[in-house]
């Protein structure tokens, strides 16, 4: 009987060990090249939407082209916004 | 065989031309491998749920590994109020998944890199996400466009560009995975042709390259199926739980 309780302790500190290997390498690996691609697609999108947006208005108004300048860097502003968003939202994945 | 490397997006139709007034609805080869991967995907979790062993068979390992990613992925960035999310975000990244490894497969269409679909999937994703926190929260959901502790005679332009970049998520969303598997795929190509055009002597570097690149596309492949998941969880948390 003492046998079994032993080797079950010492199967259950082997299965926290792996686990626990394996968790980190994980996220890091995956995180940090989602990371990678996640951050510059971030940026141009907004730049993107925001330009549109300015077009759209700017045919409504006949404004042509200020405020596609303008919400250029608007969407500029709102682009960077977001890379820090999620560069914060990373750095507080990894701790 | 065509070298050029775009020649692999072209969508062509199968069967007969069908027309709904004057949208051109026939069956292309992009349905077919959306019906091919969701068809794979059923047929892969019912081999794996089918008989329930305590001893797993490795299908029934692959599903529950599945099963566990999602679901923990889910806890973790959206908390426990979106389980009731679980099934939408499993087929979501299950099906992008599928997507995205059948076309790595020689000689099939990869369906994610036709910015249409990414941006269909997005499209949903935004406005369902958009309804359910007017639903949670009521008119409060416009605060998300409002940070805290922020002057007043800043809050016209801190408005515009939080509206600006909520409006940014879909566009990013779908961008993301397109241009990654466009990207992937067209490079697998002109390396492809570089083989062919350099003949037996020189042809062995652009194949290793070739090797190697296949090897980084399966990581990509499976890295922008989570990525997209992922990013759904945190927009859906987003409007659960409000803590901007």
Known sequence: ?95 | MSTNPMHQFIVYRIGPEISLGNIDISFTNASLFMMISALAIISVFFAGTRRKAVIPTKIQLLTELSYTLVSKMISDTAGSKAKPYFPFIFSLFMFVLFCNMLGMLPYSFTVTSHIIVTFALAAIIFIGVTIIGFVNHGVGYLKLFIPSGVPVVLLPIIVIIEMISYLARPVSLSVRLFANMMAGHTMLKVFGGFVISLGIIGGWLPLSFTVALTGLEILIAFLQAYVFAILTCIYLNDALNLNH
């Open chain 1, 1 to 95: 009987m003492k046998k079994f309780d032993v080797l079950s302790t010492r199967l259950k500190i082997a299965k926290k060990k792996a686990n626990k290997n394996s968790l980190n390498n994980d996220k890091k690996n995956t995180s940090s090249l989602g990371a990678a691609l996640k951050l510059s697609t971030e940026m141009v999108a907004a730049v993107f939407v925001g330009s549109i947006i300015g077009f759209i208005l700017d045919n409504w108004f006949d404004s042509k082209p200020w405020l596609t300048i303008i919400f250029f860097f608007v969407g500029a502003a709102a682009g960077i916004l977001n890379v820090i968003r999620s560069a914060k939202l990373m750095q507080k994945n990894n701790d």
